[in-house]
C-alpha cells in the first residue's frame, strides 16, 4: 500500500511575527511593477469569471471569499505581489513570481489613451471579448470597476464606452487578456527544472525548441496528406549549424517530392523503422523519386547528417533511376533504417565519377543495422572516386533485384555482418574501379548465386571472410591478392565453384585456414576431403599445388582443368612421366596391355625441378 502525501488546497499567509495573517492585504500587479499601482485581474475561479477585488482580504491566513478560505487564479504566468498586515504595513513584496501551471495563458496587451474633454467613446489598438472579465481600465490609476467613478460599457471588441464624458488629459488605460490556451502558462514563462548535480535551469520553451518537429509545420502522417512542404519547411528552420528533426509516431509521412539539402547537417530521426508492412516511423514517396539525398555541399555544410529510426518507402512497380537513400555528404550515418521498393538501389554511396565533386563527397560514412530489401536495383551499392573509407555494420539486404552488396569504391569499404539473400543477379559483387574491400564474418544464403563475383577491371587485394558460403565465386580481376575465407564445416560447403581470370593472377581461396600453396592463377587452401569442391580454370591457365598436399587435394574432390593442352610442360629431368607419349619411361602407352583409360580424370601442373609439368590423374 503506497503512502499518499497531503497538501493544503489554499495557499496561506503569515504575518511578521510568523503566524497567520488575520484581516491582512494581499495586492498583485504585473511583474517587476507596484502591484497598487499596477494590478493585475485576479480571480476566485479557475474559469476566470468571478472577479477578486483588490486588495484581497485575508481570513486566519488564508485569501478570504465571503468569508470562505479561497484560492486565486490571474491571467499572468509572471507577476508582483505585496503583501500587507491589517494595519497597512509591508509583510513582504516580490516584484516577480512565477505563477503554477495550473493558471490560464492569456496574451495580455495594455495601452493609454489621453481623453479629450468630455470623451466618451473609445477605440482600441488591440481587441478584447465583451462579456469575459478579459478588459481592465484605469482612469488616473484607478481601476474602473462596478460601482467606481467611471462606469463604462463594452460596446465591442475593441470600441469602450464610458456612461459620463471624462475631463481632459485624463490617462485612461486598457488591458485586454486574449486566452490562448486553457490550463495552461506561456511555455517561455514556465520554469524547466533538469535533473541532476549542477544542471542549469531553462525554461520549457527553450527546452522543447532543442528539437524540431515536422507536425510543429503541419505535418499530419496520415499516408493522405503530401507532408512535403510541412517537412520541407521544418528542414529550413533548422540553424546552418545544424539540428535535429523529428518524425514522431509509428505513422506514414506522405512526401510526393524527394527530400535534399546541403547547407546544414540534418539529424532525420524517427521512433522506429518498423520491419513489419504498415509498422515504424514511415516517410512514403512516390514511382520515380528518389527520397531522402543529404548533399557535402560545396563548403561541407552537409556533412555529418543522419537518419535513424526511419522506414524510407517507394512506390516503384518496375526499375527506374531513383535511390531510397542516395548518401552524397560525409561522415554520414545511417542507424535501424529500413529501405524498401525504390527503382533502383536501396541504400546508394554515389559521390562522382570520373571526376572529383567536392559538393557531392560521400567519404567516412557509417551503416549500422540497416535494411534493403525488395528495390530494383541492388540493396546496397557504392560508386565514385570519394565514396572511400566506409563502414557497414550488420546491413541485411534482401530480395533486390540485383546484388546483395555492389561495391565499386575507389578505396573500398569495410563490411561487419553483413547478410544476403535472395537477390536475383547474386550476393556480393566487387566491380570495376573499386577494390580493397574488407569482409568480416560475412553470410550469402544459398539462394545468392554467385555467391561473390569480383569484375575484371577490379584493382584487388579484397580480403573476404565469410562464415558461410554456399555458392560460386567468380574471379576474374586482373589483380592480384584476392583472398576469400570460409571458416565452416565441410558439410556446409558444398558444390562450390571457383572461377579465376584468363590472366594468371592470384586469388586465394582459403577453407579452415590451412594454406597449401600459392599459384599464379589460383591459390586452393586446405580444400576439404568431402567438400565436393571444384574449381574450373580457364584454358590458358595453370593450376599450382603443392606435391605434399596432393592427396588432400585429390580424396572425395574434383579439379576440372579443361583444356589445358597450351599449359604442358615437357619434362627434361630423368624418370618425367608423360601421358600417351612413346619413350621408354612412359607408363602405360596407348593400345598396350597395361594401358590406362585414354581419357584422364584431369591434369595436375606440378614443379618437377623447378619446371612445371603435367600429370593425368585417373580412377583406379
Known sequence: MSALSITPPFPTFAGKDG?????????????????QTNPLVAYWDETLTQVAQQPIRTLGGYPAYSGTPARLFISAA??????????GNTVY?????????????????????????????????????????SLTVYVDGVNQYD????????????????????HVGALVKFSTAIQLSGGAADSSQVTYVPAGAGAVTTNVQAKLRETVSVKDFGAVGDGVTDDYPAIQAAIDSLPIAGGTLHFPGCVNYRCDTGLAWSDKAVHIIGDGPGFQPGTGTRITFPAGVTGINPQNGILGRGANSAVENIHIVGSDVSAGSNYGLLIQTNGFYAKNVYVSGFGSHGIYVFSSYPLDNVALNANCYQIDQCRSYANFGSGFATFGVNSNCGVVNGLDSSNNAEWGIYDRAFLGTTYIGPHVAGNLQGGYRFGATGGYVRILGGYAEPDSTPGVQIDLANTGYNNLDFLQMSNSVTDNSASNGNRITWTASANVITDNIAVGDATARYVALDINGIVIDRGKALTLLNALQDANWSIAVNASQQLAINSAQLKEILVGNQIIASGLTANVVAPTNTGGVTYGGTTASTVGAAGAASALPATPLGYIICNVNSTQVKIPYYNT
Open 19 to 35: 503566524l497567520p495573517l488575520e484581516d491582512g492585504y494581499i495586492w498583485l500587479g504585473s511583474a517587476n511593477l507596484n502591484p
Open 78 to 87: 509572471v507577476y508582483s505581489i505585496l503583501v500587507q498586515d491589517k494595519n
Open 93 to 133: 513584496t516580490s516584484p516577480s513570481n512565477t505563477g503554477p501551471s495550473t493558471f490560464v495563458n492569456f496574451s495580455v496587451n495594455e495601452e493609454v489613451q489621453v481623453a479629450t474633454a468630455g470623451q466618451t467613446v473609445f477605440t482600441l489598438e488591440n481587441t478584447y471579448s465583451p462579456g469575459t472579465n
Open 147 to 166: 460601482g467606481s467613478g467611471y462606469a463604462f460599457i463594452e460596446t465591442n471588441g475593441n470600441t469602450v464606452t464610458f456612461t459620463s464624458g471624462l
